[in-house]
């Protein structure tokens, strides 16, 4: 005994039709981007992204490595780290933070974003909450070194020696 479909042919039809197509999408992702070549000079990283498509598969480890490339790891910043039209603003303890509070795959994505909005891509703007987020991760910090009696936090930020 078959069990026919109770959907008629044309509702099958409607249906398709509302299926968005996979074309503006392969097109899309298929865009090629331009490479950022490091200051003062140099060839662009090995792992840069040809494609959009490269550029939402990279790893995590292609990211970490790009960052340093191109002077944007904020823990040890350089002469070059403000030199390109956009900083990553790159902190690696605030990053790995979030990978202990919120998991891997949001650190990737943050990551992401902080490179995609680096290289000039649309829609990779820091959100108001992140933003937030990073402030009071900070100020934390902060106080916990405050609390902790930490001489050397003072002197780094211009306080000077006694």
Known sequence: MSIKSSISPSAKRQRRRQ???LSPIITRLQYELAPIHPMPEGAPHPSFPPTLLQYHLLTEA???S???YY?????SPTVWTHSYPTAMDWNAEWLESVGQTKGMDVRI???KRKFGRFIGLR??????EEAEERERWQRRREEMALKAGNM????RRGFGQW
């Open 19 to 21: 299926r968005p197509s």
């Open 62 to 64: 292609q990211l970490d």
């Open 66 to 68: 790009m960052a340093r």
């Open 71 to 75: 002077h944007q790891w904020v823990n």
């Open 109 to 111: 994505r943050i990551k």
């Open 123 to 128: 829609g990779c703007e820091t959100p108001v």
């Open 152 to 155: 050397s936090y003072w002197g």
